[in-house]
């Protein structure tokens, strides 16, 4: 019988269950990083198998984080928004009055290149609103945030609200997409540039 006293080694076991979930969370990271790039350059077509070859983690990784395309492509879509939040949070810790432009370019163009990934989602009545409603509202609250700083700088009409200026970013994703200018950075960059030019004072 051991002499060692049960409660001799108490942060072994703790240590060895947070080192799993650490990598298991940087494996999850890494799929979807490599999702998002390959649905974006080489269309929804691309396997689980194949993102998991070249997101450099074995097939039953991506499969138990991900059961489904659907699941993964709602994740993808969710870590978008995700991003864009911590984006609105830095933009707005510069204190510059032009930033809501910055951000709802960023917006626009995250979204042209994520376009396929929510049409997908569209198709199988996967709503982001709905599937991650704290995320949505917190980019919309950093929005509006922004939105009335630029106000009262005068660098954006006085009568924009912050639900018009998230239709607008809703309808510039539809028409990029109408003008095949999802692959073209410069194209829907212009377009985007077109649009949100609107809420500009004349």
């Given at each position: 019988m051991s002499g060692r006293h049960p409660d001799s080694e108490p942060s072994t076991a703790p240590r060895r269950a947070r080192e799993p979930r650490a990598d298991a969370r940087r494996n999850r990271e890494r799929v979807l990083r490599t999702a998002r790039r390959l649905f974006a350059t080489e269309g929804l077509g691309v396997s689980l198998d194949e993102i998991a070859r070249r997101a450099g983690v074995g097939p039953g990784t991506v499969h138990r984080h991900f059961p489904s395309k659907e699941a993964l492509y709602l994740a993808v879509a969710i870590d978008m928004l995700e991003g864009l939040t911590a984006e609105a949070e830095a933009l707005a810790a510069t204190g510059d009055p032009e930033a809501v432009f910055a951000l709802?370019?960023?917006?626009?163009?995250?979204?042209?290149?994520?376009?396929?990934?929510?049409?997908?989602?569209?198709?199988?009545?996967?709503?982001?609103?709905?599937?991650?409603?704290?995320?949505?509202?917190?980019?919309?609250?950093?929005?509006?945030?922004?939105?009335?700083?630029?106000?009262?700088?005068?660098?954006?009409?006085?009568?924009?609200?912050?639900?018009?200026?998230?239709?607008?970013?809703?309808?510039?994703?539809?028409?990029?997409?109408?003008?095949?200018?999802?692959?073209?950075?410069?194209?829907?960059?212009?377009?985007?540039?077109?649009?949100l030019d609107g809420l500009r004072p004349r």
């Open positions: 709802l370019a960023r917006m626009v163009a995250a979204g042209a290149e994520n376009v396929a990934v929510k049409s997908a989602l569209a198709a199988a009545e996967f709503d982001l609103r709905t599937a991650a409603p704290d995320v949505a509202a917190d980019l919309t609250r950093h929005v509006a945030d922004l939105l009335g700083r630029a106000r009262a700088a005068g660098t954006v009409r006085e009568d924009v609200t912050v639900d018009e200026v998230m239709a607008l970013v809703a309808g510039a994703f539809a028409a990029i997409r109408h003008a095949g200018a999802e692959s073209s950075r410069e194209r829907s960059a212009r377009m985007a540039h077109l649009i």
